[in-house]
């Protein structure tokens, strides 16, 4: 109303100011309202085009302000979730870890002919695992042994892919779980723990490997107890071995991981452990083992088998003491025979730990004593090496090492070796 009020105060000041310049008679005053009412168009529909311009500029800049808004949300809600992945807090539940080592050795054998020289990428493991909820979880090991797997038709040695360990874990309350699944025996020092920078030497120990067969799986289900006063322990039920009872790896106990792989479970096995921890750098732990047909067949000779193992780690300031013992004993006439119905290791590993500048070095010596399956099993051997830890979790490790066996069948064995390696942990 406003604007046409103007227009009509506009076109009459107009008219008045015309009139009052001449003398102008009734056409020529027909004409000149025609032509001012012309401009008057012209002059509203500028206005019109000019409204229209000013709603579209306004509703844009109104679009622009929203989503600058939505923009910087996006941003804070991206450095928040980033955040959470450096810090492992807010929603993120699953984890990624892994390790790795690689070898160098030489070895010198009294037989030439077994002299050896080689590096080995011997393992890459991928850790994954999910928290389901506060009381579930999950955890799993993938494996590749020796850099990549191949025929082995040929008789070399092709490598191997395993899965460790996949296992669902739950909480029954603050003190005692269950588990169910794939997952390591409790048992030995080395069997759970086993991450290169977390122990000395290029090579696992022997004992852990050829008495109890580190890295040992099985698939079962189990439960335990964690206590304030430093006590635990773990039972599990689960699959047992198959160890052959004939030929060169006959009555060998590594050569009866089934491991979780179409195996035989016509009879089952059961580990328990127990562990104490409540005195500051001590560490004792007892594991019995019951195995109902360690060969997984019956009326072979191998009837059942029973693995003692116990360790101590005393750790006092810079100095580290270590010692396993462990032993097997098999019933069964062929077992008996064959005179390896006891086999039995143990060894001792003193250690002194230190830092210079921001790294840790560590030296360390080892004694084992090996008593078998095969002649091969048998012998002593004594270890000296280094340890570098350049920064947390990463290793580099150096040794020597002198074999001797207990058969003079097998002396052609006796070895002296230098290793080098380096391993890492994340």
């Known amino acids: 109303m406003r604007r046409t009020q103007f227009l009509l105060l506009l076109t009459l000041g107009l008219i008045m100011r015309s009139v009052g310049a001449a003398e102008l008679t009734l056409d020529e005053i027909w004409e000149l309202l025609q032509a001012q009412q012309t401009q008057i168009t012209a002059l509203t529909e500028a206005l019109a085009r000019t409204n229209t311009r000013l709603d579209t500029t306004t509703n844009g800049l109104v679009e622009n302000t929203r989503a600058a808004a939505i923009t910087r949300q996006h941003v804070a809600a991206t450095a928040d979730y980033l955040d959470d992945i450096q810090t492992g807090g807010g929603d993120s539940k699953t984890s990624l870890g892994g390790y790795g080592e690689l070898h160098y050795s030489r070895l010198d054998a009294d037989d030439s002919a ?99 067969p580190s890295t040992w799986w099985e698939a079962g289900v189990g439960t335990g107890g964690r206590y304030d006063t430093g006590l635990s322990w773990d039972f599990a039920l689960h699959s047992g071995l198959a160890m052959p009872t004939s030929g060169s790896s006959a009555f060998r106990i590594r050569s009866g991981r089934q491991k979780v792989a179409h195996a035989s479970a016509n009879d089952l096995a059961y580990t328990l452990r127990v562990k104490y921890t409540g005195i500051p750098g001590v560490e004792l732990s007892g594991s019995y083992q019951h195995q109902q047909d360690p060969s997984q067949l019956g009326n072979d000779g191998l009837d059942e088998g029973n693995l003692l193992s116990i360790h101590g780690i005393w ?66 051997q004594w270890e000296l090496g280094l340890n570098y830890w350049p920064t947390d979790n990463v290793v580099l490790k150096l040794d020597y090492r002198n074999r001797e066996h207990a058969e003079s069948i097998d002396g052609g064995r006796d070895f002296k070796a230098f290793d080098l390696g380096f391993g890492y942990h994340f």
């Not at 097997?328 to 002194?352: I, L």
């Open 114 to 212: 077994r002299d050896l020289t080689e590096v080995d990428f011997h393992r890459f493991v991928m850790m994954f695992g999910h928290e389901f909820s506060e009381r579930v979880r999950f955890f799993s090991e993938f494996e590749i042994e020796h850099s990549f797997v191949k025929d082995t038709d040929d008789g070399s040695n092709g490598g191997e892919v395993e899965i460790e360990q996949a296992f669902i874990e739950f909480d029954l309350n603050e003190n005692h779980y269950a588990r169910a699944g794939l997952f390591l025996l409790p048992v030995g020092i080395l069997n759970e723990t086993h991450e290169p920078p977390t122990f000395y030497g290029v090579e696992r120990n022997d004992v852990e490997n050829i008495i109890i």
């Open 315 to 380: 750790q006092r300031g810079p100095f580290t003491l270590r010692a396993l013992w462990a032993q097997w004993r098999f019933e069964g006439s062929a077992v008996a025979a064959a005179d390896v119905d006891k086999q039995t290791g143990w060894y001792v590993e003193p250690s002194v730990k230190f830092r210079v500048a921001q790294n840790e070095w560590g030296i360390y010596t080892r004694y084992e004593d090996l008593d078998g399956a095969r002649t091969r099993d048998r012998f002593e």
